[in-house]
């Protein structure tokens, strides 16, 4: 006598699309969290500089985007484009350095790392709930 038990799992299709969503949801809510750093980061690098401004061409040089690619990678991009951007950061050997850059963006750090994992929990939450 052969005994045998078979099982049909369905669904299957229907789960992974959802969990397409989930991703979906993710990727959302750390643009979001991403877009909120680069704002108040170079916010504040413009208008909190310790450089005396007589071009204004460093501060339009503060900007950052926010790029989606592919393999799941999402990356901010903070900048100052100005050729001297870093040479007034860290000095020279004949100016002192008026750093503006490294100090506000690792002073926002841990809320941007506070605000991603909030964004993946909100995300996930709102998945487990079938919303």
Not at 84 to 97: C, F, I, L, M
């Amino acid at each position: 006598m052969d005994f045998q038990c078979q099982l049909m799992v369905t669904g299957i299709d229907e789960a992974l699309a959802r969990l397409d969503g989930l991703e979906a949801r993710i990727r959302t809510n750390v643009v979001a969290a991403l877009e909120w750093f680069g704002q108040v980061t170079t916010e504040e690098m413009v208008q909190t500089h310790p450089f005396r401004n007589i071009t204004g061409r460093l501060e339009r040089s503060i900007g950052y985007t926010v790029e989606q690619w592919s393999a799941g990678k999402v990356v901010a991009n903070i900048f100052a484009t100005a050729p001297y951007a870093q040479a007034v950061e860290e000095g020279t050997t004949s100016s002192r350095p008026y750093p503006f850059f490294w100090p506000v963006f690792y002073k926002y750090l841990p809320e941007l790392q506070e605000r991603l994992q909030a964004a993946v929990d909100e995300a996930i939450d709102q998945y487990a709930a079938g919303g």
